[in-house]
T-cell receptor, first 113, second 113 residues
Framework: GNSVTQMEGPVTLSEEAFLTINCTYT??????LFWYVQYPGEGLQLLLK?????DKGSNKGFEATYRKETTSFHLEKGSVQVSDSAVYFC????????????FGKGTRLSVIA | NAGVTQTPKFRILKIGQSMTLQCTQD?????MYWYRQDPGMGLKLIYY???????DKGEVPNGYNVSRSTTEDFPLRLELAAPSQTSVYFC????????????FGPGTRLTVL
């Protein structure tokens, strides 16, 4: 079946450091790919998405490129801030769309000043 | 636009009690979901619905029941609460295409003592 694998956390970075959170997937067909973010005490919210190969999703300085050849959707940010401290979830949606999103286990990011 | 709303925000139950967690969305989405998130863990799908009158089990349905009589509402019923059901519960909704964003409610924090 379809699956999403994220790098284990927690990840601790100093402010202004470069961030990469790895995400790889297994899927039949060409799924849509998502990154969701969960700030402390809140629900998940969409950070960015990409719906076809080579698409780049971007938002709030974060980027991720849909790489079909490596089945990856790594999240990157050039300079993290304390306010980026959160849990990040990678997810995929099957092409049919009528099955639930498949989520990774989440990666906790802590940014220290 | 309120999005996905959940009530209550917090609840403490005694073992064996029952309760209903309410979830409403005002986006006319076909698909709705219930997840639980244990401390420091990822999301686990409890139940989902692809439309009014249609529900299906997720990964961890035991001890829960759902109904979907309208497009807007998707209540989650806990019968005979157990300490293992202590968790944060999130409701979510999605229009239904594979490229669509999934929207989450703010969560209900439930403690069973």
């Amino acid at each position: 079946g379809n699956s999403v694998t994220q790098m284990e956390g927690p990840v601790t970075l100093s402010e202004e450091a470069f961030l990469t959170i790895n995400c790889t997937y297994t899927a039949t067909g060409y799924p849509s790919l998502f990154w969701y973010v969960q700030y402390p005490g809140e629900g998940l919210q969409l950070l960015l998405k990409a719906t076809k190969a080579d698409d780049k999703g971007s938002n709030k300085g974060f980027e991720a490129t849909y790489r079909k050849e490596t089945t990856s959707f790594h999240l990157e940010k050039g300079s993290v801030q304390v306010s980026d401290s959160a849990v990040y979830f990678c997810a995929l949606s099957e092409v049919q769309g009528n099955t639930p999103l498949v989520f990774g286990k989440g990666t906790r990011l802590s940014v220290i000043a | 636009n309120a999005g996905v709303t959940q009530t209550p925000k917090f609840r403490i139950l005694k073992i064996g009690q029952s309760m209903t967690l309410q979830c409403t969305q005002d986006m006319n989405h076909n698909y709705m979901y219930w997840y639980r998130q244990d401390p420091g863990m990822g999301l686990k799908l409890i139940y989902y619905s692809v439309g009014a009158g249609i529900t299906d089990k997720g990964e961890v349905p035991n001890g829960y029941n759902v109904s979907r009589s309208t497009t807007e509402d998707f209540p989650l019923r806990l019968e005979l609460a157990a300490p293992s059901q202590t968790s944060v519960y999130f409701c979510a909704s999605r229009r239904g295409e594979d490229t669509d964003t999934q929207y989450f409610g703010p969560g209900t924090r439930l403690t069973v003592l």
